[in-house]
């Protein structure tokens, strides 16, 4: 039986036509039966898609054919598994393979975007063939311990994502900004939050480093001294490492899934926010007109936003 894929990866490399490509990308997944978030925008790609284990490695190699793309980092995890047969589709004339719909991901998106990712700040990411130009300098997982183990305290672990996401894993003694939304890390640098950092070597790091390559090129234009990034996110740290260096709990990820850990045991750092159990489950707020995400036991996920309040209430 098939296996389950999902491909997590990006790539900055100036796009001349990013709706070419996303008509091209859309076609590609379509006939592989994948399905999962694309965005294209003037600066590269972002994707993660999943499907069938044989259609990932056609999607990559045909992917990986284009020239702008041709050295993309692929992150490669397991998928929950597939829908029922009887949902599968047929793509194609009738000798063309039965690609099976992976549960992970409710449909296939493939937009374009002014931004890769929406810190809000377009038109001051240049990239260029080698990719984002300005940005951090990247460390390896096995640098990034080398430099703790050479300086210490003096580090500082920078988180990249959404605050939500760092509730239930993170660097050890990372600082954790406080917003929900990508957009809201240029405005607390910009007002000051973390001016005290400035001249303290900074790690940045997300889950598959794309964030941390505008973020370091960000925080650097602003002022910041020393800014690393950790190549390959979260991801690569945690497949070289497991529980056993410096990343703590489990790694939120944007599908069906929820959250994944990198070895069994991990540490649960998450707390329900109704009954304050451990817990590394994330729940959406169940309101059409609410985008929250936090974290819930399994007793109390489901909770719309009008009953937050009255779920810690009866809680308490």
Known sequence: MSESKILLFY??????????????????C??????????????????TVGGELDA??????????????AGIDVKWSDGTGFEPAAEEPLHGTDRAPRWRRIVDFPKLSVKVRDELVAFGIPDETTVDARG?????ERLSPEAVNALVAARGDEIVFFDGRNAWEAEIGRFAGAVVPEVRTTHGFIDEIDRGAFDHLK???????CTGGIRCEILSAAMLERGFAEVYQLDGGIVRYGEAFGNDGLWQG??????????IDFAPNAEVLGRCVA????????????????????????????????????????SA
């Open 132 to 136: 984002v130009v300005g940005g951090g």
């Open 275 to 314: 009954c304050g159990a451990a817990s590394n489950r994330l729940s959406d707020c169940s309101s059409p007109d609410c985008r929250a995400r936090y974290v819930t036991c399994d007793e109390h996920a489901g909770a719309d936003c009008a009953d937050h309040a009255d779920a810690l209430t009866r």
């Open 11 to 28: 790539a900055f490399a100036p796009l001349a036509d990013p709706e070419a490509v996303r008509l091209w990308q859309h076609e590609l």
């Open 250 to 259: 489990s790694l939120a990820v944007f599908d069906g899934r929820e959250s």
């Open 199 to 205: 001249q303290r070597p900074v790690v940045t790091y």
């Open 30 to 47: 379509v006939s592989l039966g994948l399905r999962g978030r694309i965005i294209v925008s003037p600066h590269g790609i972002n994707a």
């Open 56 to 69: 990932c490695k056609r999607y990559v190699r045909r992917t990986r054919a284009y020239a702008p793309f």
